[in-house]
């Protein structure tokens, strides 16, 4: 079976391109032979051709060449990377794609974007929404979908009528019955009820990720989410991984505070990323649960905002969140690590949290710091940026190093500490030099961000 890319086709001269593809033009196009193409083998004039594509712009084009030129072959696209619908046109040209009899998809990831949309609707834009909808319910058409293994629905509105999943939702779930991986990114829902509805419609899915979503009706009370759909969602399918990002604070109350509830014990991973605004009572109850415990993914951002002070000037070790029932965690992102303007403040906090851990199936653990990242920045925080004091008062390196050698951290494998750019080559220097004698000195890296 041969494989060839579009820069390999064969462009028609002007007469050709310019007249319409009729039946009545293709008696005057022979198929090619060997010596008038000597990069096409004989056997594609018979056989099945295998088309790797990631430029969805250009398919329905080299569908229309490998037709003309090779009129006695099947062709089959194999798209591996991200097909994004996010404009009308190309929803239209999708749709002319996979309406050809002489074209197979098979998709890994669909994105479905509605991020070009405006606010306000208007009955004079275009309806992305009943583009895509059509896409899912044209019979014979649903084969070509059917074996995406992942499936992205990006910014989508659903309280709003034409823009509703409530027509369509039991079409994308009987297109993709195959979905192994959902995610739900920048949706608007009216409620807990009406996302945990959407959610449970994907039975096949393993994985659900849930992103920036938000509620019309606002945060859900606890006991109104749980008669709304969760109970369903987690025992009727076959959901056992789960990442919630930033999303209103009732989905991380029924997940991460229930310390006695059974029915979430079916999940073998949980995921969460926690950006600090008023999270920190979500962040203790979920370490405090049972929940907690079967955590294999934790990324906070802007750690020192949980962090409690005794004083203006340093955090208390007694109000630090406890790491201590993270046994089964397997990956650690503290993001956004703002630079405090008073030297030391948080320097020994990390090195403490770290020391918690008891987990064996820790692989990786991630710094990253940020001096653009307070949301409150000090008078003279420039000045104390500039003279680069903040790389060694950063961490207390000396406890951090202890830290590492006494913990039994079983497969830590990246240690990974990221830094702004222009401070990247001084914070080498400073890690190798501190870390030099630890244990986990294999393991540590430093990464250059652009910032």
Not at 13 to 30: A, E, M
Not at 145 to 152: D, R
Not at 246 to 254: K, N, R, S
Request: contains cysteine; neutral net charge.
């Amino acid at each position: 079976m041969s494989h060839f890319k579009t820069s390999q086709l064969p462009k028609l001269d002007g007469s050709c391109s310019d007249l319409p593809y009729k039946k009545s033009s293709i008696t005057f196009l022979n198929s090619p032979t060997e010596p008038d193409f000597p990069w096409i083998s004989p056997e594609l004039t018979d056989n099945i051709i295998d088309f790797l594509s990631s430029d969805p712009l250009s398919l329905k084009r080299t569908s229309l060449v490998c037709r003309l030129w090779l009129p006695r072959s099947r062709f089959h696209l194999f798209s591996t990377v991200r097909l994004e619908l996010i404009k009308l046109r190309r929803i239209n040209k999708f749709l002319q794609l996979i309406s050809s009899s002489h074209c197979t998809i098979h998709i890994g990831t669909l994105v479905i974007s509605a991020r070009i949309l405006p606010l306000e609707w208007t009955s004079e834009y275009p309806d992305v929404a009943a583009s895509v909808h059509s896409i899912l319910t044209v019979p014979g058409l649903c084969r070509a979908l059917s074996h995406a293994s992942s499936l992205v629905l990006d910014h989508f509105d659903t309280t709003k009528t034409c823009l509703s999943f409530s027509f369509g939702i039991e079409a994308i779930s009987r297109t993709f019955t195959n979905v192994q991986s959902i995610t739900f990114k920048r949706i608007r829902f009216k409620n807990s009820a009406h996302m945990m509805y959407c959610a449970q419609s994907f039975p096949s899915a393993t994985k659900w990720t849930c992103s920036k979503v938000t509620f019309v009706d606002g945060d859900d009370t606890t006991d109104h989410l749980r008669g709304c759909g969760v109970d369903s969602v987690v025992q009727t399918s076959a959901l056992h991984t789960v990442v919630l990002d930033d999303v209103p604070g009732c989905v991380y109350e029924w997940f991460f505070l229930h310390e006695h509830d059974e029915k979430t014990m079916c999940m073998d991973t949980l995921s969460a990323t926690l950006v600090a605004d008023d999270r920190l009572p979500f962040l203790r109850g979920m370490l405090l649960s049972q929940i907690g415990s079967r955590l294999t993914v934790l990324e906070i951002s802007f750690l020192d905002q949980y962090i409690s002070r005794q004083s203006d000037f340093a955090p208390s070790s007694q109000n630090l969140p406890d790491f201590s029932r993270l046994t089964q965690l397997r990956s650690l992102r503290l993001c956004d690590i703002s630079i405090d303007i008073v030297p030391g403040a948080y320097r020994k906090a990390i090195p403490r949290l770290l020391s918690q851990i008891r987990s064996p199936l820790l692989e990786e653990v991630y710094f990253e710091c940020t001096t653009f990242a307070l949301p409150h920045r000090p008078t003279g925080g420039k000045k104390y940026l500039a003279n680069r004091s903040w790389i060694h008062n950063f961490l207390d390196w000396d406890l951090l190093a202890v830290v590492l050698a006494r913990n039994q951290f079983g497969d830590l494998r990246k240690l990974c500490f990221v830094c702004p750019s222009y401070y990247g080559a001084r914070f080498v220097r400073l890690v190798c030099r501190k870390l030099e004698d630890c244990p986990c000195c294999g393991v540590v890296s430093v990464i250059e961000s652009g910032a």
